[in-house]
């Protein structure tokens, strides 16, 4: 089954042609279910090359399938490879297996819309660009596939493109990304000068050979493209504005695939980051902010989406936190427990959107738990889980990064300690505001003077209802691996855990925190102490009423004025240069030198032109004219020697 | 320098044949300057106003170019004739080859009825006989793709527009 | 002795050793010259109607004989090794035999895009064939030949044939203009060639490229000048035939003139046959004197990168924009001549290869798109393309973006490795241009690609993407055109349209072939208003460009078989 690994990249590609050829025909529904199909399958192929890995012995647990070289170019040789070890194995299964709810979710979610087969020809070429990223077994290949996630996201995210907010939120995406990948790049050239090889067992083999200063500088440069991707501070604005695109893409960039590549990337290279700390405590110094202020900035958002959304951020830094202390099972127990809740959140706020006719405005919602049943359960569990309640999936995960910070780097444990509580908070203020209260989507005044919420509720559409059973069946499923999710790695059973499970990979640079089951104890009782209260705090503030302006701060609201700070900093500048460069660039200086070149071709061109000029006369003059300028080199070699 | 003697001895020899041509030539020539009526076409009758066309029926030509094949088969004949003997069976078998080949562009001319001098049969069926209907489409320009007219030449590859598609273009 | 044997006067002279022959070395050329003949003969003797048909199934068996020939010799060549057969004349190596499968491709490729061609213009038969296939003989021999004389040869059996294949359509005058336009300045060439040979030979006293390599290596040459004068004479020679600047004039007019594909055919076997002669006689016979010619290869291929990628800037022209464009990817392969190792060669012999499929592809869609006549070549042509019929336009961009070196495609790695290898010859500064112009190169592809997706009846809009002094002059002739064309809606201006009124002209062209219109694979079904500007995409042209994309596609994701197929040929180098 391990030969069969490429298959699994493969079954989305095809997914992807069929699409391409056939979609239109294909038509809503059907193109969706083919495409469903595809990864589904893709899932199943994943699965059972897991099961084939399990027998290898797990000292040598890591296969790399070469199917091709695919640069063979003088010092550059390239393969295309792609390596399964624990660490991809995780990240493929749950790529695969959240993909295809999502695809499966999509096909109702999408129905009607008229470009149907559109949405789920770039749901399959990202489905197939993430395993690509995933599996590759060198820094270029996974290049490739980092570049097909971020231009697939920027599809996604401006699929409506009429809407210009949607056009705009696209295009940000892929600049905010563009600037992480221009790290990328020049750690791979970096990687390429000093090691001469792109593959990562090569490298990581090599590593002693070329110096710790340029390991730190190529470490640092790949967390600029993480940073970049999984949208850590400063580059975590265009999360925000992604929620432009359809709410399972929402879902689909934000629980499974696309932000967690960076984590993903970091913990590929730690070797790389084992050998250098100072780069390691960057990491995790930044993935510390990030979930703090990412946190803060959740608290307040009116629009549902956008509360989830830097909710990830705020996630997503403290996977970046783990990674950085050196706790890559923490990170991709939390990446994993992440997928799963915050994969429901989104699905589940899309189930509410959807059945309030696309009103996004968490002010407008309330009491829908009287209409919505079965997504209100399970969205309770997920937000339960994301506060990091026990015994559900959160409170593990997060415990598991917090305990390895605690031991080695106590100031980010406070940071995010403050963070989780942040966390608990503001993910019961949307619970509390969606389906708590009283029915405030009846009243359909304007609310929230200032947000930028896309939609409204319109009356007349009738009361919310639930949706159809494509939308909820991948709610149930995730809401029971959010709930049981935890037994993957219990701290006091550590045989056939998921730390056992990757631990060949990291091997000698996982951190070990060698702490005591006292200690372990206190810091578990003091996470859930931290998530109670808040969640408590949340409900008792929320539940009832809707309008508490002293604890939306304008400045909290805007994201701590990032967006205006990059305004100010590059937007305007370059809003300035660009019309400098329009108006007196472009008119003098570029019209200038084009009139210019053209006076010029037309001045000395004009030999030139009197040559082309269909005669064969002129024609042969200009060879003779060669042969006059040949022989004339010769002449001066002649003399030369 | 040596080498390059016999070089200057057939410089010199050209150029001395070039001059001897148009000494003798003058020397040989009859001095009286022609009148009028010696050059014209016909020495009686009545003198033409404007040059008459020459037209050939192209079939000229193909009895020219067909007599160059056979006459070139000829000129490769006779060398290997001279040494047909030292050659043995390899030159015979080369020249069987040779004659084959020249054989069947003889052929391709006559299935293509190039020695056939009466109006081909097939070549009518090919070519649309020309009509009064159609040679009044061509005139007045009506362009009928049936008459088989000349192409309207694309400006394209005129010399001026060849120019202006060079760069003088963007100038 | 040779005045006896000349005059024949001693009969008891003894024979004459003639060389040992060995016939595998040259089965590939055999093959193709006496497919020719075959189809002289057969085409000469069935009916009239047949003709076209026999031909075609001829010239396509002939190409595969020959295509597999060269596979059996590269085996041959694997296990037995290179060497010199016929009296030194010829070089059975990798190299040699590299080219007679490019040129056997090429070939095989253009029969099939020339059937629909001949049917559909009613031009004349199988003729096209025959000297399609002596010209592809000829380059093959260009590309085995081991002494200048025979370089010549097959650089003239080539070239004569192009000339008259240039000439083919004769009902278009561009056509004649073409063909002689090429003819008078490939004479010139061809001239000045056999100039540079005798001064060659005056200088080593050989033709025979060993011989002269290892006089080269022997001794220091005393009149230097002779030598270096030839080499330049010999460059002259061989850069016109690449179309390499400034010995590039006649390639716009030609390729514009001779039909289409012929076109390609010429862009593809021409090159493959002057490429490999050059690479042959300079790298391996001149490689002494590599000081000597390497700045001349340098200017040549500067001068070619971007005189080519700057005049086709302006072209509106598909066919004069694809000349300009292939003087631009000659200046690429000089990159690899440059180099002047091996590197530079397998760089050069992989650029080549994949351009024939590239080329030949690309002028199998024009081929299509041109209909009755051959003359719709101008840009707005292509507009909305791909909502009429995508998978041609969907072809036809893959194939662009595979000359601008698109990854993925087997262009990128072209460039790639000719950039490479330069890079590693220390020519910085050319791999720097060839970089800037395959960028410049890539907006006029691109040009074409964003035609196609562009509505069909938007004017203007392309105009703003013309260089800006262009620009005047294309919207005047943008608007004028959408003036005139669109509201008609179907655009009937075209003959076609009129013709296939009058009783389906295209169908009477064609009897007995499928023709497969892609209308039927597409997406979705036109309008009645759109599928009136449909071409019909003969089956053969069809099958032709499917290979030429597939190869494109497969060995840009795949392209270690190729790229490993070029680098055991130079391996297998003489």
Redo the contacts between chains.
Sequence with gaps: MLHVTALIILLPLVGFAVQL?????LADPLAGAVATIFVAASFVVAVGVFVDLLGVHAAVRSFTQV????????G?HVD?GFTVDPLSMTMVLFVTGISALIHLYSISYMRGDKDFPKFFLYLNLFVASMLILVLADNLLLTFVGWEGVGTCSYWLISFWFTRDSAASAGKKAFVYNRIGDAGFLVAMFLTFEKVGSLNYSVIFSHLHEIGSGNITAIALLLFVGAVGKSAQIPLFPWLADAMEGPTPVSALIHAATMVTAGVYLMCRINPLLHAAPDASLTVASVGAATALVAGTIAATQQDIKKVLAFSTVSQLGYMMLAVGTGAYEAAIFLMIAHAFYKGLLFLGAGSVIHGLHDNQDLKRMGNLRRYMKLTFWTFLVATLAIAAVPPLVGFWAKGDVLDAAYARYPVLWVVGIIAALFTAYYITRLTALAFFGEDRWRDHRPHGVGSDVAGGHDAAAGPPHESPWPMTVPLVVLAACAFFGGVLSLPWYAKGTLLQWVDPVFGANLYNAHQSAGMLWTLGVVDAVVAVIGVTVAYRIWATRSEHPQLEPAFLQKAWYINEAFDFAIGRPGTRLAAFTATVVDNRVI?GA??G???L??GT??A?????????R???L??T???V???G???T??WW? | MDQYLPILVLIVLGLLFAALSFVGSSMLAPKKRPTAAKVAPYECGIVPDIEPPSRFPVRFYLVAMIFIIFDIEIVFLYPWAVVFHQLGTFGLVEILVFAGIVFVSFLYLVSNGALSWAPAKHLERAMPSRTSDSTIARISGNPDPLASGPPVASPDVEPAAAAASGPGQAA | MSPSLLLGVAAATPRFRTPHIDYLSILPILIMMGGAVAIVVVSSLVRRQLRTGVGTLLAIVTSLAALGASLTQWADVADHGAKVTIAGAVAYDGFSVFIQVTVSIAMLLTVLVGDGYLRREDVGGPELYVLALLSASGAMVMGSANDLIVIFLGLEIMSIALYVLAAFNHRRTESGEAALKYFILGSFSSAIFVYGIALVYGATGSTNLPEIADYLSKNVVASNGVLLAGLALLLVGFGFKIAAVPFHMWSPDVYQGAPSPVTGFMAAVAKAGAFAALLRVFVSSFGAERADWQPIVWALAILSLVVGAVLALSQRDVKRMLAYSSINQAGFILLGVQAADGRGVAASLYYVFVYTFMIIGTFAVVTVLARTGDRGHDLSEYRGLAKRQPLLAGALAILLLAQAGVPFTTGFLAKFQVVAAAVDAHSYALAAVAMASGAIAAFFYLRVAIAMYSPAGASGDDASHEPAGAAGAGVGGEAGSAGSGSPAGSGMADPVGAAGGRGGAVGVAAPGVAMLSLQVLTDEAPSPEVAGRTVPVPALAATALGLAVAFTVVFGIVPAPIVDFAHRATLLFL
């Design positions: 050829f056939f979609g239109r025909r199917l091709w070289t695919w640069l063979p170019v003088g550059l295309i019209d084009v009139n070149v053209a006076a071709v037309r061109g004009g030139l032109r009197r040559v082309q000029s269909g005669y064969v002129n024609y042969a200009a060879i004219v060669g042969i300028a040949l022989l080199f010769m002449v070699r002649l020697s």
